[in-house]
């Protein structure tokens, strides 16, 4: 997965097996990934959906004004309100919005092959 920010230094590629999420801080995103067996950060000046729309990766999912996450490390998800994301590696659950609650699900089902 390649990143580009707004500088033309900012730039992070990482392989999707060891990227886990973004969060959105201020005029920054922090991306979160495993390295070495350590959740690790970088930092990227960027915009969450500009990031998004640069990337251009299938595998990303938006799911709150704060953050998206790699489905392909989603671990588990607590059903309930709110939904909860568990990824590999990452101590804390992620909270699906109200905003992203059905494309979230849309794409989870997806994901399982459920019709």
């Known amino acids: ?3 580009s920010g707004q500088g ?3 730039t ?3 392989s999707s097996s060891e990227f886990r999420y973004a969060q959105a ?3 920054y995103v922090a991306l979160f990934y495993v390295k070495n067996g350590n959740l690790k ?4 000046r960027s915009t969450l959906s500009q990031l998004l729309e640069n990337t251009n990766c299938n ?3 938006r799911c709150h004004r704060s953050y998206f996450v790699n489905l392909q490390q989603l671990h588990s998800v607590s059903g309930g309100s709110p939904i909860l994301l568990f990824l590999r590696d990452v101590p804390d659950s992620l909270r699906v919005s109200r905003t992203y609650r059905s494309e979230v699900l849309a794409q989870l089902k997806k994901a399982s092959g459920e019709p």
């Open 8 to 10: 033309k230094t900012d």
């Open 25 to 27: 801080q201020d005029n």
């Open 41 to 44: 950060k970088e930092l990227i």
């Open 59 to 61: 595998l990303l999912l």
């Open 12 to 14: 992070f590629s990482i």
């Open 1 to 3: 997965i390649h990143f």
